[in-house]
């Protein structure tokens, strides 16, 4: 009996055992699965995040509305925060996603913190998730990623765990499964059932645009030959570099770099350039490959670029015309290009032509004056563009004796300008006027208010004067585009795109001292023609340093049709400075594309992944 | 000084047999709950390894579909998406495993993501995989054994 009783006592713990054990193990396979589920509900709410930002990188806007809604699929978004629901069939127990832009932290009107948002509708849209999703990929400058508080509100919004760059966005998923969501449908988007599991998985992930392009990337693309002029003497060299990328220039001729230091090209990368002729001598780390005539460069359609638009009530407009700055700070307006206003200033040099206000009210219309108040301001010597700028072509057809279409625009000092110091024929330097400042003087700004502004021209421009940008700003002209920029650098580089269907002739010369300014920019410089770039000349003084930060494409051809070869027709770059300094950016390609085609232009690529 | 005779007594005959009957409930119980156990662990360890099939089934799949054409431009909710369906043997188990995909759709009926450009589309993507001979069927004692997961995949898209 005892025996038995023993027996009896063993059955019993063995019983015990595979009670407690099997449960145990189904749950363990259960838990494996709802962690799998979870985590591709993470990796779902990421691929729709990119999706909706591929599409519009604007994307989450205000308001509410269901996306998607099906049987097996559910998709809401309600002020910045969205929702996810799936499932294999409707059999089975929903899936979750959910990701957050929402702040938490009341209306948006009255936000200091400026989520744009006002706080979701819907409660169940107010997620406990101290992961933030960021969307800065049309932004102007870097920005913090914050963390929520215990109460899951984004209350400081100064500090944070890092930073993001324009042209980037951070993408905070959690993704949610398990028998805890038992009871999970779109109008119940409670999480947990008590008793049972949930799993969850967070994913944050940073994604960049990039420009979807065939070209292989470089900092400098020329369409012929490639020049470099360094000083005789004291001089450093070329430095190609290139963040996140390899460092590449690629010409369709010859690459020459004149004088410096040995060697007078050093780079991390790699030199294209087709089988003839270079002179250089690079550092060990450079390596050379050959460019072929049919190898691809970035092609930046005229209707591709963000361009002010031609109706009136969408952008600023102005005449085409040279516009001078007087010394008194004043700005004259003249409807003549730049030969004609020579001519009329031999003849009569007091000639005032239209004195125009601060907001340049005599040449633009009623309605244009009412739609953009504060787009355009000129004012103490600084010509301020906050808004899109159109430079309309002016018809002069009626004058006696008629004269052609003027479509360009000239900003000049009363004295003149001049590009080097051997550069007379351009210079206006005109009548015998005694006019004292210089284009260092005066300054050209762009200062974007919404993220973007393009200041357009039908024709060439010429600007004379500082040039200064917020980023986000771009200058636009069908036609030469010519920045007499006697300054072009602060502390933070100047953040300014360039592009033009002509040639790009930057210059930084500044004849009071027969010197040269210091260039340091960030953004795209695209030209169909030549690109030259000057911050030193033999035989003048004061060689200048050229950094620029982006990319500069001359690229020697009508890009439209995209299929047309760069080097064509022209496409000579050429760069003069004391130590020059071009690093590849993918982040500032995308700076001259226009945000509707943007889409079409760019794709979206991973740059960090983080699983929490 | 007569001796102390001590009577000793066996079992029983029923007494033996009762034993014997609990022994053998015994044993039986056992051995039953053992072959109980190991089934049981034996469906653990394959649902746990159906679940990391379907997850690498699946992400084969989506890396194979992504540049394929057919897996963008055709439904595959009735007929399984060919290239991620197939058979797949673990530890002695066969698991079948099948994928289908159909192109998300908003409320108003267009691809989700695609006003701008049309080669931005949605999918979702589920993987249904089983194991042994239960297809869609039931076991009894051992639940469905199948495993379903599901995630959405943009077009594209560079991870």
């Known amino acids: ?612 | 000084m007569g001796m102390v005779k001590t009577k000793l007594r066996g079992f029983s005959v029923a007494e033996l047999l009762l034993s014997l009957g609990f022994i053998a409930v015994a044993i039986l119980t056992v051995l039953g709950l053992t072959a109980t156990s190991l089934q049981a662990g034996r469906e653990a360890t394959d649902a746990t390894t159906a679940a990391l099939v379907a997850q690498t089934q699946l992400e084969k799949a989506i890396r194979t579909g992504k540049d394929d054409m057919v897996f963008w431009n055709v439904d595959h909710t009735a007929v399984p998406y060919a290239p991620g369906s197939g058979l797949v043997s673990v530890d002695g188990t066969t698991f079948e495993y099948e994928v289908f995909a159909e192109t998300v759709k908003d409320t108003g009926g267009s691809d989700v993501g695609t006003t701008v450009e049309a080669q931005n589309r949605l999918k979702k993507v589920d993987i249904v995989v089983h194991w042994w001979d239960s297809d869609s069927q039931e076991r009894q004692g051992y639940g469905k054994l199948e495993v379903r997961q599901t995630r959405l995949v943009a077009e594209g898209s560079h991870d």
């Open chain 1, 1 to 612: 009996m005892i025996t038995t009783l023993l027996l009896t006592v063993v059955i019993v713990i063995f019983l015990g055992a595979m009670l407690a054990l099997n449960p145990g193990r189904l749950a363990q396979a259960g838990s494996t699965s709802d962690q799998a589920q979870a985590e591709l509900a993470a990796q779902a709410g990421l691929d729709y995040a990119k999706n909706r930002l591929q599409e519009s990188v604007d994307w989450p806007l205000p308001g509410q509305r269901i996306v998607v809604n099906t049987p097996t699929l559910y998709i809401a978004e309600n002020e910045g925060n969205v929702v996810g629901l799936m499932r294999q069939d409707t059999s089975q127990p929903y899936s979750m996603f959910r990701l957050r832009f929402n702040f938490h932290n009341g209306a948006a009107s009255a936000d200091p913190l400026d989520d744009g948002f006002d706080d979701p509708t819907n409660s169940a849209f107010e997620f406990p998730m101290e992961h933030v999703s960021i969307n800065n990929l049309y932004g102007t400058a870097p920005r913090v990623v914050p963390k929520a508080d215990s109460s899951f509100e984004v209350s400081d919004y100064v500090t944070g765990p890092y930073e993001i760059d324009q042209g980037s966005a951070v993408i905070a998923v959690e993704g949610l499964a398990g028998k805890g969501m038992a009871n999970l449908t779109p109008a119940n988007l409670a999480t947990t059932v008590s008793g049972r599991n949930t799993a969850s998985r967070t994913f944050e992930v940073v994604i960049k645009t990039a420009l979807s392009d065939p070209a292989t990337d470089a900092a400098v693309m020329g369409g012929a030959d490639m020049t470099f002029n360094l000083p005789s003497s004291g001089g450093k060299e070329v430095e190609i570099k290139a963040k996140g990328g390899t460092a590449r220039a690629r010409s369709k001729g010859d690459i020459t770099v004149n004088d410096g230091a040995s060697p007078n090209y050093v780079s991390k990368g790699t030199v294209l350039y087709p089988d003839s002729t270079h002179t250089f001598t690079a550092d060990t780390t450079v390596s050379t490959g050959t460019e072929g005539a049919a190898d691809p460069y970035y092609t930046l359609d005229w209707a591709d670029i963000h361009r002010a638009d031609a109706d009136p009530t969408k952008s600023v407009h102005i005449p085409g015309g040279t516009y001078v700055w007087w010394d008194n700070n004043e700005l004259h307006y003249y409807d003549l290009d730049l030969t004609e206003y020579k001519a009329l200033m031999s003849i009569n040099p007091a000639d005032p032509g239209i004195v125009l206000s601060d907001d340049l009210n005599e040449v633009r219309t009623a309605v244009n004056e009412t739609s953009f108040p504060d787009g355009i301001k000129a004012q103490n010597g600084k010509f301020e563009v906050k808004e899109d700028v159109r430079v309309t072509t002016v018809d002069r057809s009626t004058l006696i004796p008629p004269l052609p279409p003027l479509a360009d625009f000239n900003l000049i000092p009363r004295k003149g300008t001049k590009k080097s110091k051997f550069d007379n024929s351009a210079s206006p330097n005109v009548g015998a006027e005694p006019a004292a400042k210089h284009g260092v003087d005066y300054e050209f700004k762009m200062s974007p208010k919404g993220g973007q502004a393009s200041f357009t021209a039908d024709g060439n421009v010429l600007i004379s004067s500082k040039v200064d940008g917020d980023k986000g700003g771009s200058i636009i002209a069908d036609g030469d585009l010519r920045l007499d920029a006697a300054k072009l650098e602060k502390y933070a580089s100047v953040g300014i795109s360039m592009y033009s269907s002509g040639d790009m002739e930057i210059s930084t010369y500044h004849p009071e001292n027969d010197s040269y300014g210091n260039i340091k920019v960030e953004g795209m410089f695209y030209s169909w023609g030549d690109l030259k770039v000057q911050a030193g000349e033999s035989g003048s003084p004061g060689y200048a340093d050229v950094d620029v930060k982006g990319a500069m494409v001359a690229y020697g051809s009508d890009t439209e049709p995209s299929t047309a070869l760069p080097g064509t027709s022209g496409g000579n770059l050429e760069i003069s400075g004391n130590k020059i300094k071009v690093e590849w950016d993918a982040s500032k390609l995308g700076d001259l594309l226009d945000k509707a085609r943007l889409a079409a232009n760019t794709d979206l690529e991973i740059a960090s992944f983080i699983k929490h």
